[in-house]
């Protein structure tokens, strides 16, 4: 994994047509060649639809953060490139400043954790809203991995252009690369989640974190924004429920 120090053009070019071809497999292994090809065809529709002027206006509702710290998270100046590798990975969409405040005060009233204690981790970071608004809180450090090489820069820019009174946390990193396969550093953390996989992805990084747990047992919280495939960490031994709302759960080992 490349990380913050390097450019985009040393991060690996993710192809649009192995994606979609990975895409399209996956699906066709599950539901067969024909309605895979039909969903591939929807997808590619919704896309052309979504590129209309209107849409985009539609998309640029997010941007009041970006107004209030001069920066770039919004998912409104995503290019048709990025947003068509969405459509195969996870679109990109910032978490709103309001919700990701509401799951920090979740999980200190549920955990009443030190988060001086805590590293941050992002996995499917963007351009980096979490991990300036993670910033907010004492963390001992704070990680973001982003698979797209275009959304790593962005967020580089944000971190070291991002000023802000209210900072605590300055140890802030964004790395370029694969968060299926993320190696989870030994430290207690709180990982963030706001849908980057699909099923299988979610499955390899669950599989990571508890390798990960079993060789250094230690608190893990998981905050899950939309929780769409929540019970991938029902199922997992490790974790347990301890709170959340219909917007998110919030996760904890042991
Ligand atoms: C819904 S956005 C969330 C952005 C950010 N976490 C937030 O909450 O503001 C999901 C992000 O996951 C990224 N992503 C998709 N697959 C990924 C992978 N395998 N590894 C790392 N990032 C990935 C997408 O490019 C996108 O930026």
Redesign the pocket.
Known sequence: MDGSNSSASASPRISLSGSALRWWRGLAAREGRVSATRRLLNVLVEFVRDSTPERRRQRYGDADYDWDHRVN?TSAAVGWR?RL??VF???????ESVL?HEMIRALGEHARIDFSEFVFV?????????LLMASDCPFRRIV?????PT?HETAKQNLSGYHSESQKCFAIESIC??????PFPDEPTVL??????PES?MRSMIANLEQSLRAHPRAVYVLY??PLLEHVLGESALLKKIGGTHQYAVYASG
Not at 89 to 95: A, E, K, N, R, V
Not at 122 to 130: E, F, I, V
Not at 144 to 148: I, M, N, T, Y
Not at 192 to 197: A, C, E, G, T, V
């Open positions: 998270t990025d590798l969405g990975h996870s679109p990109y969409q910032p978490t990701f992002d996995l499917g970071s963007g351009k980096g809203r979490t973001g991995v982003e698979l797209l959304l690369g694969d968060a299926t396969e993320f963030f989640l706001f849908n980057p996989f992805g924004h939309n």
